[in-house]
Protein backbone atom coordinates (compact mmCIF):
# COMPACT_ATOMS: atom_id res chain seq x y z
CA UNK A 1 0.00 0.00 0.00
CA UNK A 2 1.15 3.88 -0.55
CA UNK A 3 1.26 6.30 1.77
CA UNK A 4 -1.78 7.97 -0.32
CA UNK A 5 -3.31 5.29 0.51
CA UNK A 6 -2.73 5.06 4.92
CA UNK A 7 -3.46 9.01 4.69
CA UNK A 8 -7.25 8.11 3.14
CA UNK A 9 -7.54 5.79 5.41
CA UNK A 10 -6.88 8.21 8.39
CA UNK A 11 -9.28 10.80 7.13
CA UNK A 12 -11.68 8.44 6.07
CA UNK A 13 -11.82 7.63 9.72
CA UNK A 14 -11.96 11.08 10.50
CA UNK A 15 -15.21 11.57 8.79
CA UNK A 16 -16.83 8.29 9.94
CA UNK A 17 -16.30 8.94 13.27
CA UNK A 18 -16.82 12.55 13.25
CA UNK A 19 -20.31 11.74 11.55
CA UNK A 20 -21.09 8.87 13.66
CA UNK A 21 -20.67 11.47 17.28
CA UNK A 22 -17.71 10.45 18.67
CA UNK A 23 -15.44 13.59 18.50
CA UNK A 24 -14.03 15.80 16.13
CA UNK A 25 -12.64 15.50 12.71
CA UNK A 26 -9.48 13.53 13.24
CA UNK A 27 -8.02 10.36 12.95
CA UNK A 28 -4.77 8.38 12.67
CA UNK A 29 -3.25 5.19 11.45
CA UNK A 30 -0.16 3.60 12.99
CA UNK A 31 1.32 1.52 10.17
CA UNK A 32 5.15 -0.90 10.03
CA UNK A 33 5.99 -1.69 6.94
CA UNK A 34 2.92 -2.06 4.66
CA UNK A 35 0.66 -3.26 7.71
CA UNK A 36 -1.63 -1.33 9.52
CA UNK A 37 -0.99 -2.08 13.43
CA UNK A 38 -4.01 0.51 14.69
CA UNK A 39 -6.53 3.08 14.04
CA UNK A 40 -7.48 5.50 15.77
CA UNK A 41 -9.95 9.10 15.75
CA UNK A 42 -10.76 11.38 18.10
CA UNK A 43 -13.19 10.48 21.25
CA UNK A 44 -12.99 13.90 23.46
CA UNK A 45 -16.80 14.08 23.45
CA UNK A 46 -17.91 10.62 23.29
CA UNK A 47 -15.87 9.15 26.25
CA UNK A 48 -15.27 12.45 28.34
CA UNK A 49 -11.30 12.09 27.95
CA UNK A 50 -9.71 15.49 26.57
CA UNK A 51 -6.60 12.96 26.20
CA UNK A 52 -8.44 10.69 23.65
CA UNK A 53 -7.26 12.61 20.37
CA UNK A 54 -6.65 10.17 17.66
CA UNK A 55 -2.94 10.12 17.39
CA UNK A 56 -2.96 9.19 21.32
CA UNK A 57 -5.79 6.21 20.50
CA UNK A 58 -3.92 4.50 17.80
CA UNK A 59 -0.74 4.65 19.95
CA UNK A 60 -2.25 3.00 23.01
CA UNK A 61 -4.24 0.37 20.79
CA UNK A 62 -0.69 0.10 18.69
CA UNK A 63 1.58 -0.64 21.83
CA UNK A 64 -1.34 -3.17 23.38
CA UNK A 65 -1.35 -5.21 20.03
CA UNK A 66 2.36 -5.32 19.71
CA UNK A 67 3.10 -5.52 23.31
CA UNK A 68 5.85 -2.66 23.51
CA UNK A 69 5.89 1.00 24.98
CA UNK A 70 7.77 2.27 21.29
CA UNK A 71 7.15 2.05 18.35
CA UNK A 72 9.99 2.45 16.40
CA UNK A 73 9.62 0.98 13.39
CA UNK A 74 6.35 2.59 12.65
CA UNK A 75 4.96 5.56 11.02
CA UNK A 76 1.60 7.54 11.99
CA UNK A 77 -0.60 9.03 9.61
CA UNK A 78 -2.79 11.68 10.67
CA UNK A 79 -5.28 13.79 8.84
CA UNK A 80 -4.10 17.11 10.76
CA UNK A 81 -0.33 18.46 12.37
CA UNK A 82 -0.81 16.75 15.61
CA UNK A 83 -1.23 19.35 18.39
CA UNK A 84 1.05 19.78 21.34
CA UNK A 85 0.34 16.65 23.40
CA UNK A 86 -0.40 13.80 20.40
CA UNK A 87 3.23 15.47 18.87
CA UNK A 88 4.57 14.39 22.76
CA UNK A 89 3.06 10.95 22.79
CA UNK A 90 4.66 10.38 19.39
CA UNK A 91 7.88 11.40 20.23
CA UNK A 92 7.86 9.36 23.56
CA UNK A 93 6.40 6.43 21.36
CA UNK A 94 9.61 6.64 18.92
CA UNK A 95 7.55 6.98 15.89
CA UNK A 96 10.01 6.91 12.76
CA UNK A 97 7.59 8.92 10.53
CA UNK A 98 4.86 11.46 11.11
CA UNK A 99 2.92 12.20 7.76
CA UNK A 100 -0.03 14.64 7.97
CA UNK A 101 -2.79 16.14 5.54
CA UNK A 102 -4.06 19.47 7.30
CA UNK A 103 -2.11 21.92 9.26
CA UNK A 104 -2.38 23.47 12.65
CA UNK A 105 -3.66 26.87 11.18
CA UNK A 106 -6.25 25.34 9.00
CA UNK A 107 -7.31 23.20 12.25
CA UNK A 108 -7.52 26.75 13.96
CA UNK A 109 -9.89 27.91 10.75
CA UNK A 110 -12.54 25.82 12.06
CA UNK A 111 -12.01 26.06 16.23
CA UNK A 112 -9.08 24.04 17.37
CA UNK A 113 -6.74 26.44 17.89
CA UNK A 114 -3.51 25.04 19.70
CA UNK A 115 -1.24 27.82 19.35
CA UNK A 116 -1.38 28.74 22.84
CA UNK A 117 -0.66 25.35 24.30
CA UNK A 118 2.93 25.87 21.68
CA UNK A 119 3.46 29.33 23.49
CA UNK A 120 2.71 28.27 26.86
CA UNK A 121 5.22 25.63 26.89
CA UNK A 122 7.94 27.88 26.31
CA UNK A 123 7.17 29.99 29.36
CA UNK A 124 8.59 29.93 32.53
CA UNK A 125 5.87 27.44 34.86
CA UNK A 126 4.75 30.20 37.33
CA UNK A 127 3.98 32.49 34.76
CA UNK A 128 1.43 30.44 32.32
CA UNK A 129 -1.72 30.73 32.16
CA UNK A 130 -2.66 27.87 34.50
CA UNK A 131 0.46 28.33 36.90
CA UNK A 132 2.43 25.45 38.10
CA UNK A 133 3.69 25.80 41.73
CA UNK A 134 6.80 24.10 42.64
CA UNK A 135 6.10 22.32 45.76
CA UNK A 136 8.73 20.45 47.56
CA UNK A 137 7.78 18.34 50.58
CA UNK A 138 10.39 15.48 52.72
CA UNK A 139 8.66 12.79 50.28
CA UNK A 140 8.74 14.28 47.10
CA UNK A 141 12.54 13.28 46.20
CA UNK A 142 12.37 9.60 47.26
CA UNK A 143 10.73 8.04 44.54
CA UNK A 144 13.22 9.45 42.26
CA UNK A 145 16.64 8.24 44.00
CA UNK A 146 14.64 4.90 44.44
CA UNK A 147 14.62 4.77 40.93
CA UNK A 148 18.68 5.69 40.46
CA UNK A 149 19.13 2.60 43.11
CA UNK A 150 16.10 0.17 41.08
CA UNK A 151 18.56 -2.65 39.49
CA UNK A 152 15.93 -3.68 37.64
CA UNK A 153 14.30 -0.68 35.86
CA UNK A 154 13.43 -0.32 32.19
CA UNK A 155 14.39 2.01 30.88
CA UNK A 156 12.63 4.51 27.91
Known amino acids: MSNEVHMNRAAA ?21 DEIVSEGWNQVTSTNDPTAHAEVTAIRQACAKL ?23 IYWARLKHIYYANTRVEAAE ?40 KPDKVKY
Open 13 to 33: LALEKMLGGSGGPFGAVIVRG
Open 67 to 89: KTFQLADCDIFTNCEPCPMCLGA
Open 110 to 149: IGFDDDFIYKEIGLDPATRSIPAIRLVTAQSPIPFAEWVK
